[in-house]
């Protein structure tokens, strides 16, 4: 199975900050990986696809990118709405995997 | 509008059956993959598995293979996720979700979620 390592598994930081979120796949998936928003006693909600792509209706503050087999979420400018916990999800191969997940808290 | 729609949450005692379904509407139900994922109390996401219900074609992830089935009927567009025999560990909120494929897989609409309690 394909091992996503998540860091960190939470931060503080302050509205306005630049936040960045690494998931490292312990083998080569390409492309094959999203990014996804979680609120409390929400759904998860996708944010990116395809490492970078990002959908549709989701602040252009978030940002997704790709150097060989790591893979970042950054989000430019932090606002109060994004104080979530943020998943990573490989789908190069059977089982897909999640990310441990990153909370992300109010400093 | 795309809607998935989820069942009710449940109590269980260990040993017992369930069945919970996941409805779709507002797309062609049997063109889209259709996904699992598992959510314990207090932890991450984990990926169960995805079902094609056009043809029924499944995908299971070794932890869950054996443990659970990942069932469709596209005549009354709805997935199913079922356990045979529950255990105490099975206490989670579960959630459905519809893959789409646009330069790679995501998930796109989520259900609501069906929390699943098993107690003694």
């Known amino acids: 199975d394909i091992q996503m390592t998540q860091s960190p598994s939470s931060l503080s930081a302050s509205v306005g900050d630049r936040v960045t979120i690494t998931c490292r796949a312990s083998q080569g998936i390409r492309n094959d990986l999203g990014w996804y928003q979680q609120k409390p006693g929400k759904a998860p909600e996708r944010l990116i696809y395809a490492a970078s792509s990002l959908q549709s209706g989701v602040p252009s503050r978030f940002s997704g990118n790709r150097s060989g087999t790591e893979f970042t979420l950054?989000?430019?400018?932090?606002?109060?709405?994004?104080?979530?916990?943020?998943?990573?999800?490989?789908?190069?191969?059977?089982?897909?995997?999640f990310g441990q997940g990153t909370k992300v808290e109010i400093k | 509008e795309v809607q998935l729609v989820q069942s009710g949450a449940e109590v269980k005692k260990p040993g017992e059956s369930l069945k919970i379904s996941c409805q779709g509407s507002g797309y062609?139900?049997?063109?889209?993959?259709?996904?699992?994922?598992?959510?314990?109390?207090?932890?991450?996401?984990?990926?169960m598995g995805i079902i094609f219900p056009g043809d029924s074609d499944t995908r299971y992830s070794p932890s869950f293979q054996g443990?659970?089935?990942?069932?469709?009927?596209?005549?009354?567009?709805?997935?199913?996720?079922?356990?045979?025999?529950?255990?105490?560990?099975?206490?989670?909120?579960?959630?459905?979700?519809?893959?789409?494929?646009?330069?790679?897989?995501?998930?796109?609409?989520?259900?609501?979620?069906?929390?699943?309690?098993?107690?003694?």
């Open chain 2, 67 to 120: 443990h659970v089935t990942i069932s469709a009927d596209k005549s009354i567009t709805t997935a199913y996720l079922q356990w045979r025999s529950l255990q105490a560990s099975d206490t989670a909120m579960y959630y459905c979700a519809r893959l789409l494929y646009s330069s790679g897989w995501s998930f796109d609409y989520w259900g609501q979620g069906t929390l699943v309690t098993v107690s003694s």
């Open chain 1, 74 to 97: 950054t989000i430019s400018s932090l606002q109060p709405e994004d104080f979530a916990t943020y998943y990573c999800l490989q789908h190069n191969s059977y089982p897909w995997t």
């Open chain 2, 28 to 47: 062609s139900f049997t063109s889209y993959w259709i996904g699992w994922v598992r959510q314990m109390p207090g932890k991450g996401l984990e990926w």
